[in-house]
T-cell receptor, first 118, second 114 residues
Framework: DTGVSQDPRHKITKRGQNVTFRCDPISEHNRLYWYRQTLGQGPEFLTYFQNEAQLEKSRLLSDRFSAERPKGSFSTLEIQRTEQGDSAMYLC????????????????FGPGTRLTVL | GESVGLHLPTLSVQEGDNSIINCAYSNSASDYFIWYKQESGKGPQFIIDIRSNMDKRQGQRVTVLLNKTVKHLSLQIAATQPGDSAVYFCAERFIYNQGGKLIFGQGTELSVKP
């Protein structure tokens, strides 16, 4: 399967615990996006990387959230001191941006990690 | 059947009928629009896109219409099938901005009755 993969698919944790999610993008894609989706709503942008550089972060991304893409391939999203309001589906997407114009190709989404904070 | 995506989140149609899902987008400067289909437990799946210099684009059984005057986007699905049952989201972005973040609408749940 050459699509975007995410691990784990489901995570249940207690309030106050730290959690980390992983995303493996399509191998040749240089952009990687994280979105959060709550029940009945569309995904909301959190942050994105071009190669290993984190280029934009949403105001939704509080200080408790941190994302990395150390080698420009897979990415991790960590949430520290989880709160019940963090319960959501965390989606990763990747795309191939073409050089010189700042343009971006189609974003391919992974299956998501569903986080439940008790 | 027809729905206003952001105000009437559920659309129920008979198998074989045509479906129309509507979306009002927010930013008049957006120049690229996409429709996604999301099935339960899965990530959004690309259906069709359209650039702001077009007003209509057709795919296989799907057509997207763009009305920039009223910032309105619609998705038409011909001969709706049970496999089309899902939540449909419209999304907008700037195609040539520094990043390609998508801004999604609320979504419309399509239910196809056999």
């Amino acid at each position: 399967d050459t699509g975007v993969s995410q691990d784990p698919r489901h995570k249940i944790t207690k309030r106050g615990q730290n959690v980390t999610f992983r995303c493996d993008p399509i191998s040749e894609h240089n952009r990687l996006y994280w979105y959060r989706q709550t029940l009945g709503q569309g995904p909301e942008f959190l942050t994105y990387f071009q190669n290993e550089a984190q280029l934009e972060k949403s105001r939704l991304l509080s200080d408790r959230f941190s994302a990395e893409r150390p080698k420009g391939s897979f990415s991790t999203l960590e949430i520290q001191r989880t709160e019940q309001g963090d319960s959501a589906m965390y989606l990763c997407a990747s795309s191939l941006a073409w050089a010189g114009q700042g343009g971006d190709g189609e974003q391919f989404f992974g299956p998501g990690t569903r986080l439940t904070v008790l | 059947g027809e729905s206003v995506g952001l105000h009437l989140p559920t659309l129920s149609v008979q198998e074989g009928d045509n479906s129309i899902i509507n979306c009002a987008y927010s930013n008049s400067a957006s120049d690229y629009f996409i429709w996604y289909k999301q099935e339960s437990g899965k990530g959004p799946q690309f259906i069709i896109d359209i650039r702001s210099n077009m007003d209509k684009r057709q795919g296989q059984r799907v057509t997207v219409l763009l009305n920039k005057t009223v910032k309105h986007l619609s998705l038409q699905i011909a001969a709706t099938q049970p496999g089309d049952s899902a939540v449909y989201f419209c999304a907008e972005r700037f195609i040539y901005n520094q990043g390609g973040k998508l801004i999604f609408g609320q979504g419309t749940e399509l239910s196809v009755k056999p």
